[in-house]
């Protein structure tokens, strides 16, 4: 049994999934030799395939000279007779034969084939020459291998087939076979063009006998006594020529008796001296062969049996990597465990610990995802952040979840911002706009902008609402503190309206009274106590006047009267009975006083008077006079405003006062009057 050969220790970032050149298989050849052949050629360890992290392969990368990819027709290096030819991709047309057994293609530098496809992996896929052809093992590439159009890590190629990875599709090409195929071509051609020739042939062949059969002829040009070369040779005997023997008789040649060969003898009969030695000699030679052949052994020992272990622990090896190769870390630690208690010291590799190291970054990447789905975006962001560089792959799976992660964290705060616009609070609102990125914020900051206008003048909307209520609700009180009021003194009421003053009075004592704790009745009943008794004589001078029919003098005690019936505040027909007798005195002293000239105290009666009947025609007419006295003393005024400009400005005083609201005449009395008295 042979012991497994010593080898350097693997780095971390070697590719543990790639099996080496004395443990790649069992001893007795690969596991189908069908697809491998009888023997796997040896593997260096700079053609090992490597999966390393990033800052690595930069390292190693500027460490590596580059080398040119095109094909060189003049180089004379040996190797196999199969080349790949780019059909699709960047570089399509370009072309490489095999330099030696094994063939590495990617875009890395140190691989045998460089491609530019930037969507091909580093270390994509390697091609192995092998006795039963080229094997095509994919390197654990992220985009996988296809070959004709089918998803494959591994099969044997043969002549025409077609590899597709990322944008680039290969052609393999196995020149031996090529040159049988162009062989067969030509050999087909051959046999094509020899067929049309026979074909040709029996054509006119069959256009002869048909020919011949048209004439009649019995003769059949095919008959072999009609052919000369046949007749020659033959030499008919001298019985059968013109002439001799019987006439109709039928000679057979006979046969020529065979030609013995006798030894040459000697003069006394025997054998001479060399042919006895040749023939002594002779017989030595074949006693020494027969001698060798029994005794030459028959072939070398049969070899000892291989330990059941070993094989089964190189097996479980082979099944690690591949596991490895599916991503399978756990299945593939497992499997490294097993092959180490069947035989200590086999994972020269260290691909258990590669296997665990990518067990971690991937349980650490599921983390950071499980983070992401759960909203918590900081942590998983500290999760991404603490996960330790791994292979290729997994740094892509990093970069993946980073660019989920950011594009989720920002949609989680536009959906909260947008959400908390539903509270209108701005306080609560405002911080998680300042959250946003920059190129989101403008957006929504216009939005709570028009948010607080809008919440401003809901406030100020239901501020004005409070007030009207508290005003309303002030008014309907005071109403009803009114009506109480008006209910306590409903007896002073009554006296005071059927002209019973003294009793009215008497009352107010009563209400006091009953009300002490009431300041506002209280108040009321002092003052109604006080009013009463000058309302009484008020209201009795004007009377008399009014009965001596002296209706101007009696204006005067009647508005009195009238005056304080209104702060007394009871309602009867008492009131109306007073305004009646007082339009009529106004409109009897604005009459006297038009007449008198005096055309301000004429103008206030007739209003007054009008005031209290607007349907009094009289005093209606009244103003109508009074309005054009007014306008001959504008005309008046206006003359003499620059030869005696106080007399004008009184004049200017009386026609303002007298001249009706809104007339022409006062707005420019106004106007002088403020010129002459600014």
């Not at 008020?538 to 009195?560: C, F, I, T, Y």
Request: net charge negative; glycine share 6%.
């Amino acid at each position: 049994m042979k012991s497994p050969a010593r080898r350097r220790p693997a780095s971390e970032d070697e590719d543990f999934a790639a099996p080496s050149a004395e443990e790649a298989y069992p001893e007795d050849g690969p596991p189908n030799p069908e697809l491998y052949g009888e023997e796997e050629p040896g593997r260096s360890l700079t053609g090992e395939t490597r999966v390393a992290s990033i800052d690595a392969v930069e390292a190693e990368r500027n460490a590596r000279a580059d080398e040119d990819e095109e094909e060189n027709s003049e180089a004379t290096r040996a190797g196999p007779p199969v080349q790949m030819v780019v059909l699709d991709g960047p570089d399509k047309g370009r072309k490489k034969r095999f330099q030696s057994v094994r063939m590495v293609v990617g875009r890395n530098k140190d691989c045998d084939f460089v491609l530019e496809d930037q969507s091909v992996s580093r270390r994509h896929l390697e091609l192995v020459y092998g006795p039963s052809g080229v094997v095509m093992r994919d390197l654990g590439s992220v985009s996988g291998t296809q070959v004709n159009d089918q998803r494959v890590d591994e099969c044997l190629l043969k002549h025409g087939d077609e590899i597709s990875m990322g944008k680039t599709r290969l052609r393999f090409v196995d020149e031996a076979e090529q040159i049988k195929e162009l062989r067969a071509q030509a050999e087909a051609r051959d046999v094509e063009e020899k067929r049309a020739k026979e074909e040709a042939a029996r054509e006119a062949e069959e256009k002869k006998k048909n020919q011949a059969a048209a004439r009649g002829s019995e003769v059949d040009p095919n008959d072999p006594r009609f052919n000369e070369a046949t007749n020659a040779n033959y030499k008919l005997p001298d019985s059968l020529k013109e002439g001799s023997g019987s006439k109709g008789a039928v000679a057979v040649p006979r046969r020529p008796p065979p030609i013995r060969s006798t030894p040459t003898r000697s003069a006394g009969g025997g054998l001479t001296g060399k042919q006895k030695a040749l023939i002594g000699g002779g017989g030595a030679m074949v006693v020494v062969l027969v001698l060798g052949l029994i005794l030459m052994p028959k072939g070398p020992p049969p070899p000892p049996p291989p330990d059941p272990k070993i094989e089964r622990a190189k097996v479980l090896m082979q099944q690690a990597r591949e596991s490895v190769r599916a991503d399978d870390y756990a299945n593939a630690v497992r499997l490294v465990e097993e092959a180490e208690k069947l035989l200590p010291g086999i994972d020269v590799d260290n691909l258990a610990r590669g296997a665990r190291k990518q067990q971690e970054v991937l349980a650490s990447l599921d983390a950071a995802r499980a983070l992401i789905d759960e909203k918590q975006f900081d942590a998983a962001r500290t999760q991404l952040t603490g996960t330790p560089q791994g292979t290729a792959k997994t740094d892509d799976i990093r970069r993946k979840l980073e660019a989920e992660l950011e594009e989720k964290d920002v949609a989680w705060r536009i959906q909260q911002a947008e959400e908390s616009f539903a509270t209108r609070d701005p306080e609560t609102i405002r911080p998680l706009i300042a959250l946003l990125p920059q190129v989101n914020r403008p957006a929504y900051e216009v939005r709570l902008t028009d948010l607080e206008a809008e919440l401003a003048k809901e406030a100020q909307d239901a501020t004005r609402r409070d007030n009207n209520a508290r005003a309303r609700a002030n008014e309907v009180a005071k109403e009803k503190r009114k009506e109480f009021i008006a209910e306590a003194f409903n007896d002073v009421e009554r006296r005071f309206n059927g002209g019973d003053y003294q009793r009215a009075v008497l009352e107010c004592d009563r209400v006091v009274d009953k009300y002490k704790s009431d300041k506002d009745v209280r108040d009321r009943a002092l003052a109604l106590k006080r009013l009463i008794p000058q309302f009484r004589k008020v209201m009795e001078d004007g009377q008399k006047k009014l009965d001596a029919n002296s209706l101007e003098a009696a204006a005067k005690p009647l508005r009195r009267a009238a005056e304080l019936y209104r702060q007394i505040g009871f309602r009867g027909s008492l009131g109306n009975t007073i305004d009646e007798q007082l339009a009529s005195s106004s409109l009897a002293a604005g009459q006297s006083a038009l007449k008198k000239g005096d055309l301000g105290a004429a103008g206030s009666h007739f209003r007054e008077a009008l005031r209290l009947n607007p349907g009094d025609g009289r005093a209606r007419e009244g103003l109508e006079t009074l309005q054009k006295k007014a306008e001959e003393l504008f005309l008046r005024a206006y003359i003499q405003r620059d030869r005696d400009p106080q007399a004008a400005a009184e004049m200017f005083k009386v026609v303002i006062e007298t001249a009706s609201e809104g007339s022409d005449v006062k707005r420019k009395a106004e106007m002088y009057l403020s010129e002459l008295q600014p």
